[in-house]
């Protein structure tokens, strides 16, 4: 994947045979999401510009690069994408600038960004019709510019398996200040689970070890020194949540471990597998011997 016009000519000198790669392009498109998400737009870091004619400048470099064989372009509108609409649109307007400037390609990469359920009120992408639509609208495009049909590749990424992570913290203090706020901290925060912090994401909660009625509204927080260190504020939980509970935050599979870091020189948290036939220990909790383990002495 090639992403500026600097790399072309780096990876023409490196290579010794000759590669394949895809041109990562900019279509201007802003995607309905987070701005720290969105990665099509035309004032972003990545990829190169349809507008500014900076990518129809890659092709043409790339086609004359002596180790460099051109096999498509990949464009990505941004992360946490809900619906079809933006893709779509994109794709229609690659395929009319590749035949309009005559460039052939073998691959269309349109990226992925497919939402998943943080909470009961988010919308997951809709795979199957999501899908059916951005295929179908490759192939009556690419008809309509009598344009030969590329293979399409996409990156489903956290639609694979966010869902299918959950996160546990223990409760370690709660503190009630009467007609403020009930606050409920645990024994993790922003340095393994940044995205509240980082984006404003909202995540659904449980009591993981016992059963009783969600009747009290409280915020539960990090314990990192930082005011922002938040996990989810005005959530209703059992009003009997105390020290040495279990909090079990929802749809962590994805962007959670690995956004995670030792900030406040806080330790990374086990990861583990867990089927209904056996439970497999993935990555090691850390211990502070690991957290130095690099400092020079």
Same mark, same amino acid.
């Given at each position: ?15 010794? &045979?000759?590669?394949? $790669? ?5 279509? !201007? *498109?802003?995607? @309905?999401?987070?701005?720290? =998400? ?22 043409? &470099?790339?086609?004359? $690069? ?5 096999? !498509? *372009?990949?464009? @990505?509108?941004?992360?946490? =994408? ?216």
């Amino acid at each position: 994947m090639i992403d500026s016009l600097s790399e072309i000519e780096r990876l023409n000198e490196l290579t010794t &045979k000759k590669v394949k $790669a895809l041109l990562r392009i900019n279509p !201007g *498109v802003e995607a @309905h999401t987070h701005e720290f =998400i969105q990665t099509g737009q035309e004032d972003s870091k990545f990829g190169l510009s349809i507008k500014k004619g900076l990518a129809l400048d890659g092709v043409r &470099k790339i086609e004359d $690069a002596e180790n460099i064989e051109f096999m !498509g *372009v990949h464009f @990505h509108i941004g992360s946490q =994408i809900f619906e079809s609409t933006g893709t779509v649109e994109t794709i229609k307007q690659v395929i009319k600038w590749l035949s309009k400037n005559q460039i052939k390609i073998s691959v269309l990469n349109i990226g992925g960004g497919f939402s998943i359920k943080y909470t009961e009120d988010d919308i997951s992408y809709p795979i199957e019709d999501g899908i059916k639509t951005i295929t179908n609208t490759l192939k009556s495009t690419c008809n309509e510019y009598d344009y030969p049909i590329p293979a399409i590749s996409l990156e489903p990424g956290r639609s694979i398996v966010g869902e299918a992570g959950v996160t546990l913290y223990e409760v370690g203090t709660v503190k009630d200040i009467p007609e403020t706020n009930y606050y409920v901290s645990i024994d993790g925060g922003m340095s393994d689970h940044i995205r509240t912090a980082l984006y404003g994401a909202t995540y659904d909660l449980l009591l993981a070890n016992r059963a009783e009625e969600y009747d009290k509204l409280m915020t539960v927080t990090g314990k990192l020194c930082e005011s922002g260190d938040i996990i989810r504020r005005d959530i209703k939980l059992p009003s009997s949540v105390h020290r040495g509970d279990l909090l079990v935050v929802l749809s962590t599979g994805a962007y959670h471990y690995s956004m995670s870091s030792n900030y406040n020189q806080m330790l990374k948290p086990a990861v583990v597998f867990v089927t209904p036939e056996k439970v497999r220990l993935v990555v090691r909790r850390q211990t502070l011997e690991h957290l130095i383990a690099q400092d020079v002495r």
